[in-house]
């Protein structure tokens, strides 16, 4: 392992590109909630009895409301452990051009994900493909931190 | 960036307060799991048939659990991510003042957020309010961390 | 706190062990989505119309399904917050011996919870002790990490 203070710099293109992509599907993740409260009001469709009252509609489930909200879910269930064992696998010291492509292959995986999802719902398999693009990934990396690690 | 031994120093500030105040939001995430098993006891509702056994009753779902619940789902999607967004901010150089007031704000937030949602409910705008303000905090600091690492 | 580049070194056994189990804990994670998406076809229970048009089936809830998805919605409310706050628990400069094996009865924890509540399922307590084993370490290193950089 290289010492830290080279890996965590700024003059390090792997790590820069960790944390550009990083934050981006943040930002990616953020938008989520923008994307559920739009629904939520297109379609009258509340969760909270106070939210339902300011509408003077009743509490409802609406399907468009629910696939937005899966579709955030997997975010949560995908995207947060990746971070985590990207982290690790930065310090394994992965070829940069590989290391660097795989954050950009992920990062367009998940917005493929999200996109034939929530937003342009597509018939399978491109939410199946571009998911296990994205799990593949994490694995691959998961594996590299637990053989240096171990 | 400066080097990463002075930023990550109990030395540093910023650095101590996004420590402290980050565990305490871990600690407010652990007592949602307290507050949702006090609504399942007291209203009987249990999610799995081999507790609902153990108390004699059907599973059930009851409003007072699902509105802990989805305050615990709120936290998972914000938090978490904001934990993510402001490691890469505060190797950004941000103005300690700056910095640690915005760790302040977002706790504050988070705290008043899970109050007026699940512990004593309040009508809106106080939750949208509170919501609001921990989003904002989160997106200035992906902005800050994604034009620092481009 | 010791300098950071001793701590955050594959050379210091503390941190081997978290980047270790941590990663194994991510991989407990990813199994998950294999677990649900095995429950899904057996009992032919999809959340999305496209999936389930694809087995010609309609969009159902299944009790099984349901489980694997609790467990699963566990681990994310459990394994995440878990991750950021042992980070920080890293720095304590914490006594060797008592970290790594709070890293090992973690991770022993959440794979017995899993065993427990989704794959083999066994009545109560199994599953509250093994949370509660994993609830407590987190709280232990959160409690550290507050006064540590108070």
């Known amino acids: 392992m290289p010492a830290i203070n080279e890996i965590l710099s700024v003059e390090n293109p792997v790590f820069r590109s960790y944390m550009f992509y990083g934050s981006v599907l943040v930002v990616k993740m953020l938008v989520m909630s923008l994307l559920t409260a739009r629904q939520r009001i297109k379609n009258k469709a509340f969760a909270n009895p106070e939210d339902a009252e300011l509408n003077k509609v009743k509490v409802k489930v ?6 937005v909200r899966r579709a955030h879910l997997n975010d949560v269930e995908n995207i947060l452990p990746y971070f985590l064992v990207s982290f690790g696998y930065l310090l394994t010291n992965p070829a940069p051009f590989v290391a660097i492509w795989l954050f950009r292959v992920y990062t367009a995986a998940r917005f493929a994900h999200t996109l034939v999802y929530a937003v342009a719902v597509v018939p399978q398999p491109a939410r199946g493909i ?15 931190t637990i053989t240096y690690f171990a």
Do not use: C, N
Request: charged residues 25%; without cysteine; negative net charge.
């Open 62 to 67: 609406h399907e468009d409301v629910e696939r």
């Open 130 to 144: 571009s998911w296990f693009a994205g799990y593949l990934i994490t694995g691959y990396m998961a594996f590299r």
